[in-house]
């Protein structure tokens, strides 16, 4: 191996409140090859952005300071040089990649001169050059007319372009090191393959190291030649890729590699269910050549708007008690799927029928059967609950319009609901702010719960949460369906999970459905080349496994063209 | 530039918005108790002379007939005559226009050179010394009434220092100036404060936003992003804040205008009522309601400019 280009050496950083220190980042070391990618493991609050922001001095508070330790780049310690040396040595140096790039580009400034910006005033030339210099960058991270999106705006393009603009703005001063903080995160999971190809591609080209913070042991398979786990602040274990996934020493990393979804869990899988095949009945819920269309553009006085087709003609039936999977990225309309079974979106065309109930033509009773008989967990569970209620009043205020449950019995059908979920009787005194996501998720449940609902829509009701979360929280999914019965639509963007919890997956594109069918079917011979790109792009914790992206990189482009942005009203 | 498109397809809205402002001012006015002719002649008219006048003014005619005299005339470039000053509204009005109106722009500009330096060292400075004294500051600001705050302009100015004229209206442009300082001042501070507020907020969140974050990453020193990145995109809530506060200052330059004795708008306005002057005060507030539907435009198309994502 090549010398390394930064080393980090004992790094401890506190945060001062109160003045009783709490350590944070505790005596970390590891060190930084030329021309390698470090993928830095861990879960929400692990300190692994927080040691990455340590490295370039940008720490998010004034009450986190460097207590010990030092950060060797170029014979330099960075947690000495001064501020002035210290701004040379980001961007120039050391270049920053987030996790969200709507929120980190600057939406009022060109997304050409966010990139100049920096090579101005890094290399001090004139604004012509600098110009010529980011058009030849945006050509680089794969903009298709560079010249004249130098002038666009961030809000013009789709995530996966922004993200792409936002590794520009990284390369603008040519670092030595490129620290990425969940590139991928936000992005859908063919857009991903393809950040992650570029980041590669980079790497090759330019020689950069790369530190790649990410929660997902997958991508850190596909991509990276190192794999450092942290966990409150400490490094857990660091070595070569195929070593920690193969042969994982600390208890932790062996929990992590388990709850990757992309490990099939046999023993509970969803074949289970399967055994005791149930007799045939109606439907519970059918969906016949549904349409939703958003109105967009146009004013009250002139005409002129243009209709988006959210959902166009999608036909499905659910029995009761089973567990439908629907995947697609986003803009396919699955949300807009699920609003529309829930008469939250008005339905442009076709039927929604609920327990022989026509919600489109008897929409008051429809809607009022829904809203007993179904329930809908959200995606943050943060937002979804009131956080001045306690989880006891959330779930009392559910039973008490409900009214299924008589005034008195309340309290104590609150306490089984808590134990269904899993949470402790106590968390019915606690507000959403004092819980954990994970713990916010199962009252979000529990709160569905609470209307005793035959079907529960839950709408990427994971994706917030970190992997060894998402797995519990599907296993309480899986054993809730079978003990009670329950009829789950899943919708997701991760495949991988689906797969897992789901008999039967529906795949979604552009609004239309694109392949239905027993997951273990569609999983193994997927029958539409959307399906196929989309399993395809799963970065496997196989590293034997490649991504596509790496193997022909741009093949899923030629499939699917660049989605424009997602407008949905709301 | 289709993003500009609303300010040709925009003004057509403003057509329904001044007919009703044209129809609810007109009522108004005319349920002030008083009567114009008796306010002319004196207490002393014969039954006659007052019915004279009123025939001449057509206010003898069925209201709803009046309305419609009066939206002819509008639309012939004439809003009726003044009743007290015995010439058309119009030039009357043309004639008090100029000083509200550089009244109103000195102040808000004066307004803008005292909040942006104001903010900008509140919130780059948030939490210490600074950040308290310009509250402390602005929190004055709004305490202090106009007219008092006015008056005391001109003891500390005029009477005491002698360097700026007490009161009144020059003839010539440096003239003009020099009686526009006390009065766009004491608009300015109070206005100023607002403004204060709501930039120092906002600047706060940008300096702690993602794309400050992303910024410094980049190697900016603090000082380029703070003014070419958290500025701009602090402007945007401010630009409307500002605009609803014109279209208040416009009317409320009354006060202001009576303290300085300027001759503008406020005080044609004030005589106008008190005078039962129904035709003057149809001009003036159906000017004063333009000017404030004209600022709102100038603010959406200001926004427009200032953020690329906003669509109108």
Known sequence: MSASVLSVKDLTV????DDSPRTLIDHVSFDLAKGEILGLVGESGSGKSLLCRTLVRLMPSSLITIDAGTVVLAGRDLTRISDAEMLEVRGGEIGMIFQNPTSHLDPVMRIGDQIAEGIRYHQKIGAAQAREAAVEILTQVGFPDPIRQYDSYPHEFSGGMRQRAMIGVALSCDPKILIADEPTTALDVTIQAQILALLMDIRDKRGLSI????????????????????QGGRLLEQGPKRQILARPQDPYTINLINSHPSMPDQATGPAARDENPRPITKPLLEIDDLHVDFRSGGSLFKAGAKTVKAVSGVSLQVMPGETIGIVGESGSGKSTLARAILGLTEISSGHVTFDGIDV????????????????????????????????????AEVLAVQGKVARLAIPGRVGELLDLVGLDREFAQRKPRSMSGGQCQRAGIARALAVDPKMIIADECVAALDVTIQAQIIALFRELTLKMNLTLLFIAHDLAIVRNLCERVVVMYRGEVVEEGRSDEVFARPKHEYTAALIAAIPDIDPDRPLLGQKASGSVQSILPELPVKRMPS | MHRYKFVLTRPVQFLPVLFGISVITFILVRLIPGDPARNILGTRATPTALANIRAQY?????????????LK?????EMGKSILYKIDVLPLISTRIEPTLTLVLASVVLSIVIALPMSAIAARNVGRAPDHAVRIVSTFGIGLPPFWLGLMLIILFSVQLGVLPVSGYGSSLGDKLAHLVLPSLTVALSLSTVLTRSLRSAMVEALKSDVA????????????????HVVPNSLVPTINLLAVNIGWLIGGTVVVESVFALPGMGQLLV?????????????????FACATVLVNFIADIVTVAVDPRVKL
């Open chain 1, 14 to 17: 506190s945060v001062r409140m």
């Open chain 1, 211 to 230: 530190i790649l913070i990410t929660h997902d042991l997958g991508i850190v398979a596909q991509t990276c030649d190192r794999i450092a786990v942290m």
């Open chain 1, 360 to 395: 489109g033509q008897q929409r008051t009773a429809g809607l009022a059967k829904l809203r007993r008989e179904t329930a809908m967990v959200f995606q943050d569970p943060y937002n979804a609950l009131n956080p001045r209620m306690t989880i006891g009043q959330t779930l």
């Open chain 2, 58 to 70: 057509g206010l003898d005619q069925p209201i709803w007939l009046q309305y419609f005299y009066f």
């Open chain 2, 73 to 77: 005339n509008l639309a012939n470039g």
């Open chain 2, 213 to 228: 974050t992303a910024a410094r990453a980049r190697g900016m020193p603090e000082g380029i992003v703070f003014w070419r």
């Open chain 2, 271 to 287: 005589r106008a009522i008190f005078s039962r002057d129904y035709m003057v005060v149809q001009g003036v507030a159906m000017t």
